[in-house]
């Protein structure tokens, strides 16, 4: 007997989802079919358990596409995903009291959207990094030929944060070792140039001549062999790169400000790099594809990947078990059980407060967004999931930085 749900949809298409013992909501539902229904997707539509409403396409949903590409189901936040390193640092050598540790790495890693999520000057790690990088050259030939995009601080961003849901956090394992994990995407620049490219497949639709309808103008696409495909792939590449280096950075950065608050200590060699919203060629049911991943970790046979809980809850390192049906892949986290507006109506600070009990991490309204409550149980988004993953090990926050 499978462990995923397979969906039959009235176009056509077909879907395999792993959301036993989770909900999956109405909004979401419709949106996996109208993807489904679309012609280019190859075999069929895998949905893991922490699915939830998104643009376009769900959240937490892996998209298989042959000769074309939908820039909304990559999103806007183009190459976000996880790192995490583990040290040889224990629970016993961490202090009783967390919140310097916390207040330091806010400063060494700037936090937030807007001027104030920016280095006001990058420190020369960022800046040597880039440089080795060629992610400025690779980004100047995309400006020349798109010079409708804006230019951003990309320097003065790179080991940055961001705001939202990315955050930076200290977690111990089941043997109280201690880890260090982060999540973060391409900033600015790359929200820029997915909300682009967006726009871009929109207008291109409206030109198409198809003999199939599209359900929502955020399934837009554009078609190999087309200059925008290529161009496309190419902004999609940078992006994605430019999210892991801006991982990396701020690890660096984070393992500096440890360096300063603790004895000596070895980083092992447990360390993950992982996107979770990104779009590469693989090679699925006999067919080189293009995957899309909105929400999703790659878990091919032996890959370690990372799925984190919410502020308060645990998180996970996997090893990927290579499962062809879910196209070698696992959820990316818990997935939210509503909006940040119905999370923000619903719970109070107080409510925060006991959830987030133990945890050294902002305690006030401008959080609520991310409350746990706001997420789906990550023990059931586990279950759900154990023939696409087995746990490595198992943390729980202790530090629990947001933007």
Request: contains cysteine; charged residues 25%.
């Amino acid at each position: 007997m499978s462990d995923f749900e397979v969906i039959e949809t009235s176009a056509g298409g077909r879907i395999k989802a792993w959301v036993k013992g989770v909900p999956l909501e109405a909004q979401a539902r419709t949106q996996l079919e109208n993807v489904a229904g679309l012609p280019f997707i190859h075999s069929h539509l895998a949905v893991m358990p922490d699915v939830h409403y998104g643009r376009g396409a769900t959240v937490g949903s892996v998209i298989p596409t042959r000769g074309a590409i939908i820039p909304a189901a990559v999103g806007v936040d183009i190459g976000c995903g996880m790192m995490a390193i583990r040290t040889s640092l224990t629970a016993k050598d961490l202090p009783d009291s967390l919140s310097a540790i916390r207040s330091e790495i806010e400063r060494k890693v700037p936090v937030g959207n807007g001027r104030g999520g920016n280095h006001k000057e990058a420190p020369a790690r960022a800046a040597t990094a880039l440089k080795a990088s060629g992610l400025a050259d690779r980004l100047d030939v995309i400006l020349k030929k798109h010079r409708r995009i804006q230019r951003t601080a990309f320097a003065k961003q790179l080991g940055t944060l961001g705001g939202g849901n990315h955050f930076i956090e200290l977690c111990l394992d089941e043997a109280d070792r201690v880890w260090v994990m982060l999540h973060s995407g391409s900033r600015g620049t790359g929200n820029i140039l997915g909300t682009y490219f967006i726009q871009e497949a929109r207008e291109a639709l409206e030109k198409r001549v198809l003999s199939y309808h599209v359900p929502d103008k955020d399934l837009a696409f554009f078609v190999e062999g087309e200059a925008l495909f290529d161009d496309y792939t190419e902004a999609v590449s940078w992006a994605q790169d430019y999210a892991r280096l801006n991982r990396e950075v701020m690890m660096d950065r984070v393992l500096f400000t440890l360096r300063e608050h603790f004895p000596a200590f070895a980083l092992e060699k447990e360390a993950v790099n992982c996107h979770h919203n990104y779009v590469e060629r693989e090679h699925h049911f006999g067919s080189d594809v293009w995957v899309t991943r909105k929400g999703a970790v790659r878990a091919g046979k032996d890959e370690l990947g990372i799925i984190p809980g919410s502020m308060g809850a645990k998180s996970f390192i996997v090893r990927g078990k290579g499962h062809a049906d879910s196209f070698c892949s696992c959820s990316h986290g818990a997935g939210r059980a509503m909006s940040r507006g119905e999370a923000k109506r619903r719970f109070s600070v107080e409510d925060h407060l006991a959830a987030t009990e133990g945890v050294e991490c902002r305690k006030d309204k401008g959080v609520i967004d991310e409350t746990p409550m706001a997420y789906k149980d990550i023990d059931s988004v586990m279950a759900a999931q154990t023939d696409l993953v087995e746990v490595v090990h198992t943390l729980k926050q202790v530090v629990c930085v947001k933007g």
